[in-house]
């Protein structure tokens, strides 16, 4: 079943964020573009590279009106022993999810539930709370803040200019397509 255009379940959850402790819930997401960025689990492999790589395109995300949260089965408590512990982990300034009882990794469909963790999903939520772009890929593979950056800003695009739509690698200024009009795209 896709995902695409289903709206976020409430939820309240407990975040580690900028050295504290804080509560984030569904209304929080609410009228701004978000990226929900689930992994596995703290203190792992894969994990801390894809969340450095986030880290160091985060002010760009801000720029664009764009939060990350990251998302694991972990407890906050376990987010702030990692965050202490790890100087890759340190980078990170955007909010850290603890979501230890799975609500939002089941929202998501990205729990493993004989385990306990979720699958690596990266999800793209409109300002309105609807999710419009998301891709889950195997644990052992690991995804590029790039490509997701480059999604939010077409999302973004399409979003404002309804009647185009955003071609394989298109970013900021290139062409677009008006399907029904052209093949070959004109802005």
Not at 129 to 146: F, L, P
Request: proline fraction near 4%; charge should be negative.
């Amino acid at each position: 079943m896709s995902m695409i255009q289903k709206m976020v379940g409430d939820f309240t959850v407990e975040a580690f964020h900028n050295d504290a402790f804080k509560t984030v819930t569904r209304a929080d997401i609410l009228g701004k573009w978000s990226v929900f960025f689930f992994y596995p689990a703290d203190f792992t492999f894969v994990c801390p590279t894809e969340l450095a790589d986030l880290a160091e395109k985060y002010d760009e995300f801000k720029a664009i009106g764009c939060e990350i949260y990251s998302v694991s089965c972990d407890t906050h408590f376990v987010h702030k022993a990692w965050y202490d512990t790890s100087e890759t982990i340190k980078k990170i300034r955007y909010p850290m999810l603890a979501d230890p009882t799975g609500v939002l990794a089941r929202g998501f469909d990205v729990l493993i539930e004989e385990k306990g963790l979720a699958d690596r999903g990266d999800f793209i939520v409109n300002p309105e709370g609807k999710i419009v772009a998301y891709e889950v890929v195997a644990g052992n593979v690991g995804r590029n803040a790039d490509e997701i950056f480059r999604q939010v800003q077409a999302s973004q695009f399409v979003a404002e200019h309804g009647d185009q739509v955003c071609p394989a690698r298109w970013k900021p200024g290139a062409k677009t397509l008006k399907p029904g009009l052209d093949l070959v795209g004109r802005l």
